[in-house]
């Protein structure tokens, strides 16, 4: 069995064909359409979703490649995905700048970028231009 949190609902999943990708899990299994494949190894970037588990006593956020990352990997985590960041009917900080400076081209890849620049406001204790361009 596999344990996690997919946003923010607990999830045990007992029957999953082990060679799943998280990826396939969400867009297939659980109807979440916003995390998309782009390239397909883990370069593109359009996959990422974050990742929270617990480094010692702190919850650390990083981001993973879902189109790589078989789902048995989440066990004990929490799976963050673009679907979750809007709370209470507002959108995340992160949405938020990406709307208001507007940072989307064509809108396939934004989910993607706005995963990345979630996880480094989450995981960072301070960053500068360069962590900034570099997520």
């Known amino acids: 069995m596999i344990q996690f ?9 007992q029957t999953l064909d082990p060679n799943t990708t998280v990826l396939e899990y969400l867009r297939e299994y659980r109807g979440k359409s916003g995390t998309k494949e782009g390239c397909a190894s883990g370069d593109c970037g359009a996959c990422t979703v974050v990742v929270g588990e617990l480094d ?3 919850l650390r956020y990083r981001t993973l490649n879902s189109c790589l990352t078989f789902v ?10 673009v679907e979750d960041l809007k709370y209470q009917g507002q959108l ?3 949405q938020q700048a990406m709307v208001d400076c507007h940072g989307s081209q064509c809108g396939f890849c934004t989910p993607g970028f706005v995963m990345s620049l979630f996880a480094l406001q989450k995981s960072a204790d301070g960053f500068d231009k360069a962590d900034t361009h570099e997520a």
């Open 5 to 13: 949190l997919l946003n923010r609902e607990l999830r045990r999943e």
């Open 56 to 58: 010692g006593d702190r």
């Open 92 to 94: 995340h900080s992160v």
């Open 72 to 81: 048995s990997a989440l066990h004990g985590k929490q799976l963050i995905t």
